[in-house]
């Protein structure tokens, strides 16, 4: 069983109510004393915790402790006054009933009178913590066991003698003087849990003085169960103790004690003593103390060394114990802290000067305030806050303290607390808390205030980035507009960022920063200059203009994009000469494309420049800004119809045929008139939405003029209009005088078969104008027929490369053994012998075979020609394969064709053949060998010439080497 | 044995000459005239000849080349005329001054046409067994 369940179980034994878990529960808390003095109450266990007061434990910077006395320890005890006050003004909050508290003077046991009294307490930020609204029933009876002597009788001779009964608490207390030390753990702990008469703890305060630690360490947890009876002076002994955590508990206890009398000795721990909590523990106990008697009992003395005690603190200490020192502070009668702050005594007024800054209240601080001008440095701080503080200090609305950073240091508190409640207050529906909340602000540092707002504005949602901006501008707080500036640049165009954008005008310098970020070498910062130039500037165009002069394209992306959707003025004037004269592609197209809600002229001024651009993008961005309802964008679209590429000049012509009227009609034809063969199609299809009866009327009348062009224009309508022309209106255009009726029926011709006369258009294969022929070479090849080959051949040896590649490249797209047969038939034409030689050779294997077998008979020119051919064809290597072929006269033909190329690499093959099975084969071998002129032939040829049976062989033999072995020539008997 | 030669002079009246001697002294046939190598040999398959009387200095297939290109075992036999000992082209085929005396010619042919007979019935011989 715990401690506290034999607690409870004990009292439910003596009538008395158990107290909830809640009361009994252990709740940390910042004040050291309090918490120490509930040890005895809390699981601590003597034996298996040390006490430490070198507890790392902290919560928010508060020095760790033990778990806490709860406040029904407090309450427990009669005639305590239980207060509550405002840990920051240190305003009382609410005030229980009150009980005068007997006086306790020494340690007989008393029974208190314990009216039954329901106290409800608030929890609040107190050092002594009170659990929420936990109903603290005071007992009403107290039932004390007091021991009982049961006289003790001599036994009667030879009678048993009686036993005396067992009393646990007095064999407790007996053991607490036993040598062995863990009998008196024992009888400490027994203590602890059980009903102790008053003077128990006399006995127990003995143990005080036991030289084991942990033996006083329990013996003061018995003591802590009931501060009121604990031996006062015993208890300022042990806050002598070698071991701080005694020493601090001792001072919890004596705060504990509601006695005033300890007070000095409190007092004295507080400059005494070197452990900081130890100091923290008394400064607990002494609030604990001031905050537990009647004010009225208090010397004014003790209370000034109170003070003294306080301005000998450490800085740090005093932060650490801030909230002690502010309980003690408000457990001094406020008059004594404003007379003292006239002292002489300087560490008297300084303390009090502390104590007054604390407290918080008007009269205090207004006797502070006036201390403005003091020698001592630490009272002129807090006299200027007292000043601060004392201006709202009358408003019923609770403001936070504004202290600047350098005397109190509270910088996290300022930050996190102060400023954010200002801010809020500055939407107050009082006016005058708003005057006193914006006053507050004007008193922080700006740079302050910005350290708050700037995460405040980029967290924010829009509206209330708006409302921070203008709290910032009315602040003046110029520190918080670069973020502003970050904030609004990200937002969407909309009521928010025009909102933000108007606050960031109104902030004196933004144009200073503006100029300084626009000559930045970061060019993101450059960027940005431009762009909030734009937002604050909306109508000014230095910043753009700068930008458009930037060296980085990004930069000048950016100004072009500030520019906004309708450009002019100035503004529009430097797109229009960035448009211009951009190094950058991608400008010059943002440039144009940034006129495209622009006005007319703008737009036209924009277009002309892009239209003459060398990109195509800008040039067809060009054309998107022109409408056609004006006579300067026809003109300009009209030009535009000229463009080189299709897609811009059918743009262009979409768009003039879009414009209703006869105008529009007028301008395409004319554009018509003027435009290049490639443009014309794109206009005529322009054209075609004027419908077919206009435009063939119009095309007839063209086609019927003297004018030339005017025929060529008529027939290239009609011939769109008709489906590509009747087959008499083209063949009979082909015989017109004008090259470019000609050439218009030509091109209509190409790919129509059905309107194809071949002698026609082949006769144009000698037209006068290369245009003309090349258009016919063009039909022609599209044409399927044979018979407009001889044609094609003609032309393949134009004069003009264009024509000659042109019939070539249709000629040998028909690679056939017909059209090579063709083109060996031309062979011995001599001004296409070269041409067909020519395309033979590129005509690979198929005229490979007609070439071989036209050797056959052929005349000596002939076959040279063929020979050259096969040879530049690179036939040899097949022909020679061939001389392995199993027909002889395969074989033959290929030693013909070999001799025919002048195959000087082929007379190795061709000696083998001198012993040939097939006579005429070797025949033509030696007399191929012997045309060849190749010595190494001879040798073999004389083999061959004493031996063959073949006389044919031996005469072809004879004749070879008379040619290899050179003259005489043939004087035979014979000749 | 009755012999049909091929003379082989580029000079009618030197092929004359012969023809008197072979026909005349001889007794033996002249089957064809060759002005040069070439047509002697071309003549000499043609008409069968067994022997090819050849001046030293004939062109085209001259007589060194004849010696080298006519087996005497196979075809006809090779007779150079010569006119100096140099033109003897280091002894091989036959060869005689054409200032020897005619008998001696027809000895010396005779002679080789026998012993290139038995020579081929040795080989007969040896292919045989």
């Known amino acids: 069983m715990t401690p506290r369940r034999e607690i409870g179980f004990l009292r439910s034994l003596l009538g008395q109510e158990e107290e909830s878990e809640e009361q009994n529960e252990s709740v940390p808390t910042r004040h050291p004393g309090a918490e120490l003095a509930d040890i005895a109450q809390s699981d601590y266990d003597d034996d298996d915790a040390e006490t430490s007061w070198t507890s790392d434990e902290s919560e928010q910077g508060v020095p760790s402790s033990p778990p806490a006395a709860t406040e029904t320890q407090a309450a427990d005890v009669p005639g305590v006054t239980v207060t509550e006050t405002d840990a920051g003004s240190g305003d009382i909050l609410e005030t229980a009933s009150e009980v005068p508290s007997p006086q306790i003077a020494d340690h007989d046991v008393e029974v208190p009178e314990a009216p039954s009294v329901i106290h409800t307490e608030r929890a609040a930020e107190s050092p002594f913590e009170v659990p929420d609204e936990v109903p603290v029933e005071v007992p009403v009876e107290v039932p004390v066991e007091v021991p009982v002597e049961v006289p ?36 400490l702990r027994s203590l602890s849990v059980l009903e102790m008469a008053p003077a128990a703890f006399t006995a127990v305060a003995g143990a005080l003085q036991d030289p084991e630690h942990d033996v006083r360490s329990l013996a003061l947890r018995v003591l802590e169960r009931d501060p009121t009876h604990a031996p006062l002076d015993a208890i300022s002994g042990a806050a002598l103790d070698a071991d701080p955590g005694i020493r601090a508990r001792a001072m919890a206890l004596l705060g504990r004690s509601g006695n005033v009398t300890v007070l000095p000795s409190l007092v ?26 009647d004010p009225s009992r208090l010397a004014q003395h003790t209370a000034e060394n109170v003070a003294r005690a306080v301005a000998g603190l450490a800085p740090s200490v005093r932060a650490r114990f801030r909230r002690e020192v502010g309980l003690i502070a408000s457990g001094l009668p406020e008059s004594w802290i404003a007379d003292a702050l006239n002292s002489s005594d300087p560490v008297l007024k300084r303390g009090m000067a502390i104590l007054a800054t604390e407290r918080g209240s008007g009269h205090a601080l207004n006797a502070l305030a006036a201390l403005s001008g003091d020698d001592d440095p630490e009272v002129r701080d807090l006299a200027n806050d007292a000043q601060s503080k004392a201006t709202f200090i009358d408003t019923p609305v609770d403001l936070p303290f504004v202290a600047p950073l350098e005397t109190n240091g509270f910088d996290d508190e300022l930050e996190q607390v ?3 409640v200002l801010m809020t207050a500055l939407k107050d529906p009082q006016p005058a808390v708003r005057e006193r909340a914006e006053a507050a602000l004007r008193a922080i540092k700006p740079a302050r205030i910005a350290s708050w707002l700037v995460p405040q504005i980029a967290a924010s949602d829009p509206d209330d980035a708006a409302h921070l901006a203008e709290i910032a501008l009315r602040l003046n707080i110029a520190e918080a507009v670069p973020a502003l500036v970050d904030h609004v640049l990200e937002l969407d165009p909309g009521i928010a960022r025009e909102r933000l954008s108007a606050v960031l005008r109104g902030f004196t310098g933004i144009h200073e920063l503006i100029a300084a970020w626009q000559s930045d070498t970061d060019r993101e910062r450059r960027i940005a200059a431009i762009r909030l130039a734009g937002l604050v500037e909306p109508t000014g165009s230095a910043g753009i203009d700068a930008g458009l002069r930037d060296p980085s394209a990004t930069v000048r992306l950016a100004s072009i994009e500030a520019a906004g959707a309708d ?8 797109l229009i000469e960035t448009l211009a004269s951009d190094s950058s592609t991608g400008v010059r197209l943002a440039a144009a494309r940034a006129f495209l809600g622009a006005g007319r002229e703008d737009r036209l001024h924009a277009a002309e420049t892009a239209l003459r651009d060398s990109d195509r993008e800008v040039r067809r961005t060009g054309v998107e800004l022109l409408s056609g309802a004006s006579g300067g964008e ?36 004319n554009a018509l008139r003027a435009s290049s063969s490639e443009a014309r199609q794109t206009i005529i299809e322009a054209l075609l939405g ?52 000609r050439a218009e ?63 070539r490249g249709a000629i040998l797209e028909r690679r056939s053994s017909s059209v090579a047969q063709m083109l060996i038939n031309a062979l011995g034409t001599p001004n296409l012998r070269r041409t067909s030689a020519e395309l033979l050779t590129q005509m690979g294997d198929v005229a490979t075979e007609a070439l071989v077998k036209a050797l056959e008979g052929a005349d000596i020119d002939l076959k040279r020609i063929v020979g050259e051919t096969l040879a530049s064809s690179g036939a040899a290597e097949g022909l020679i394969a061939e001389l392995s072929d199993r027909s002889a006269a395969r074989r033959e033909r290929a030693i013909d064709a ?33 045309d060849l002129g190749d010595v190494r032939a001879v040798e073999p040829l004389k083999r061959i010439f004493v031996a063959d049976p073949d006389m044919d062989v031996v005469a072809a033999t004879e004749r070879s080497l008379r040619k290899l072995t050179g003259p005489p020539s043939g004087g035979s008997t014979e000749s | 044995m009755h012999l049909r030669f091929v003379l082989v002079d580029a000079r009618p009246t030197a092929r004359a000459a012969l023809r008197e001697v072979v026909e005349e002294q001889w007794g033996w046939t002249v089957a064809g005239e060759a002005v040069d190598g070439f047509e002697a040999i071309r003549v000499a398959r043609n008409e069968g000849a067994d022997v090819l009387l050849v001046d030293a200095a004939v062109e085209g297939l001259d007589l060194k080349a004849l010696f080298d290109l006519v087996d005497p075992e196979v075809g006809p036999l090779v007779v150079g005329l010569l006119d100096f000992p140099h033109q003897h082209v280091a002894a091989r085929g036959v060869a005689v001054m054409k200032g020897a005396p005619p008998d001696h010619v027809r000895n010396v042919i005779l002679g080789s046409l026998k012993k290139h007979a038995e020579s081929r019935q040795q080989l007969t011989d040896e292919g045989d067994r």
């Open chain 1, 418 to 420: 102060t400023i954010p």
């Open chain 1, 268 to 293: 004295d721990r507080i400059g005494g003593e070197e452990d900081e909590a130890v100091v923290g523990a008394a400064l607990g106990g002494v609030a604990r103390l001031l905050g537990s008697i």
């Open chain 1, 634 to 669: 026809t003109s300009l679209l009209v030009r535009a119809l000229q463009d080189p590429d299709r897609e811009i000049a059918g743009r262009a012509a979409t768009v003039l045929s879009q414009a209703p009227g006869p105008e529009a009609l007028a301008t395409l034809w």
């Open chain 1, 152 to 187: 003790v009788q001599a036994p009667a001779a030879g009678a048993t003698p009686a036993q005396p009964a067992f009393d646990p608490l007095q064999t407790a207390i007996g053991q607490l003087k036993s040598p062995d030390v863990e009998r008196r753990r024992d009888a």
């Open chain 1, 567 to 574: 450009p002019s003025g100035a503004t529009g004037q430097a």
């Open chain 1, 898 to 930: 070999l001799g025919a190329m002048r195959a000087g690499h082929a007379v190795d093959a061709l000696i083998g053949r001198l012993e040939d099975p097939d006579g005429t084969v070797r025949s033509k071998a030696a007399e191929v060998l012997g």
């Open chain 1, 690 to 741: 004027f419908g077919p009866e206009i435009l063939g009327s119009l095309a007839t009348q063209a086609y019927e003029s003297t004018d030339s062009r005017e025929r060529a224009l008529g027939l290239a309508m009609l011939v769109r209009l008709n489906n590509g022309g009747s087959h008499s209106l083209l063949i009979d255009s082909l015989s017109d005088p004008s090259t470019e009726v």
């Open chain 1, 745 to 807: 029926a030509l091109a209509a011709i190409v790919g129509r078969p059905e309107a194809m006369d071949i002698d026609a258009v082949g006769a144009r294969v000698r037209d006068p104008h290369a245009t003309v022929r090349a258009l016919a070479v063009s039909a022609l090849a599209s044409l399927d027929d044979d018979r407009a080959l001889p044609y094609l051949l003609d032309a393949s040896h134009d004069p003009v490369e264009e024509v000659r590649t042109s019939a």
